[in-house]
């Protein structure tokens, strides 16, 4: 395995920043501001509020899509694979949430099982992958 090019390590550490400030920001509006601002529910308020933690995933979107800009041809078979196992996971437990909400009825939150089996799935198989590699 060869070392990583200043332009590489660069682009991690600005990477690194421009993901950790919307992911705080993310948790926040998620969690704090609705404990924080309580209208009721249904109201255009409480709509607002809810939909505020979708500027930061869009912010944190795009330096996703800035990072993956400066890999190389033999990163991005990495970053496929990785991508495509999360998908694979998160419509798999899509599918398993749908069917288990059809038996039992609606489950709160559950939703959000489909977003960390998904993001789960492609950062463990982007690092196994590349570890394996690296041996």
Do not use: H
């Amino acid at each position: 395995m060869s070392e990583r090019t200043p332009r590489e390590r660069a682009a991690a550490r600005r990477y690194l920043w421009e993901l950790m400030i919307p992911t705080v920001l993310f948790v926040v509006l998620i969690v704090v501001v609705p404990i924080m601002i309580a209208p009721p529910e249904g109201s255009p308020p409480a709509i607002v509020i809810a939909l505020l933690p979708l500027i930061p995933a869009v912010w944190m979107l795009i330096a996703v899509v800035r990072f993956t800009r400066t890999f190389d041809e033999y990163m991005r078979g990495f970053a496929l694979r990785a991508c495509a196992v999360g998908f694979a996971a998160a419509m798999i437990t899509a599918v398993a949430v749908g069917i288990i909400e059809g038996a039992v009825g609606p489950l709160p939150n559950v939703v959000w099982a489909v977003f960390v089996v998904g993001m789960s799935a492609w950062g463990v198989t982007l690092a196994v992958s590349s570890t394996r590699d690296a041996r």
